[in-house]
């Protein structure tokens, strides 16, 4: 079946760092989303991206739907503490799966 | 506006035991899932409902696992009988139709003893 992988599994950064999670999957996507879970939260949406290429910006937050869909990936410039938890990719459709998810935490 | 809502927050029991896991969805949704979240597994599928009616059900478990949505504001997820490997959160999320952004409740920890 279809999967979707997520890279890093952990990403431990010092404030102000950057960070980057990538997406990955096997199949062309019809469109991918992305979600936050902070430690002991539940999952929330922040995007959803449909076109080929797209681009989206959400203050300090980038997100990118590769040109061949099959791929995607969220930035984040200058973490702050508030950016810890997890960063889920989730593909939507006929069939739904979570990635495997990107567990951040920012070291003040 | 009330989102998601699950009950109960907690659970403990014991292996053998009948649990029983609710659900209320956003009002409007037409879409409604529901997701298992361990360390091991992620976050995982179980079944979703598109108006009420089971789509896929191919993330169930095993037969000891069942969901049913009598109307539009309701869901349970059924396990019977329970065992410690069950232990796990619980999500429901709803969604206006089934490709748009999901909503997720606060999820129920189940603990099986």
């Known amino acids: 079946g279809q999967q979707v992988m997520q890279i890093p599994q952990y990403q431990h950064v010092q404030e102000g760092e950057d960070f980057t999670t990538y997406c990955n999957s096997s199949?062309?996507?019809?469109?991918i989303q992305w979600y936050k879970q902070r430690p002991g939260g539940h999952p929330v949406f922040l995007i959803q991206?449909?076109?080929?290429?797209e681009v989206k910006k959400q203050k300090r937050l980038t997100f990118q739907f590769g040109e061949a869909k099959k791929n995607s990936s969220l930035h984040i410039t200058a973490t702050q503490t508030t950016d810890v938890g997890t960063y889920f990719c989730?593909?939507?459709?006929?069939?739904?799966?979570f990635g495997t998810g990107t567990s951040l935490t920012v070291i003040p | 506006d009330a989102g998601v809502i699950q009950s109960p927050r907690h659970e403990v029991t014991e292996m053998g035991q009948e649990v029983t896991l609710r659900c209320k969805p956003i009002?409007?949704?037409?879409?409604l899932f529901w997701y298992r979240q361990t360390m091991m597994r992620g976050l995982e599928l179980l079944i979703y409902?598109?108006?009420?009616?089971?789509?896929?059900d191919s993330g169930m478990p095993e037969d000891r696992f069942s969901a049913k949505m009598p109307n539009a504001s309701f869901s349970t997820l059924k396990i019977q009988p329970s065992e410690p490997r069950d232990s796990a959160v619980y999500f429901c999320?709803?969604?206006?139709?089934?490709?748009?952004?999901?909503?997720f409740g606060d999820g129920t920890r189940l603990s099986i003893l």
């Open positions: 999320a709803s969604s206006g139709q089934h490709n748009q952004p999901q909503h």
């Open positions: 199949t062309t996507l019809s469109n």
């Open positions: 991206l449909v076109k080929s290429g």
């Open positions: 989730a593909v939507t459709g006929n069939q739904f799966y």
């Open positions: 009002s409007g949704h037409n879409s």
């Open positions: 409902f598109n108006n009420n009616v089971p789509i896929d």
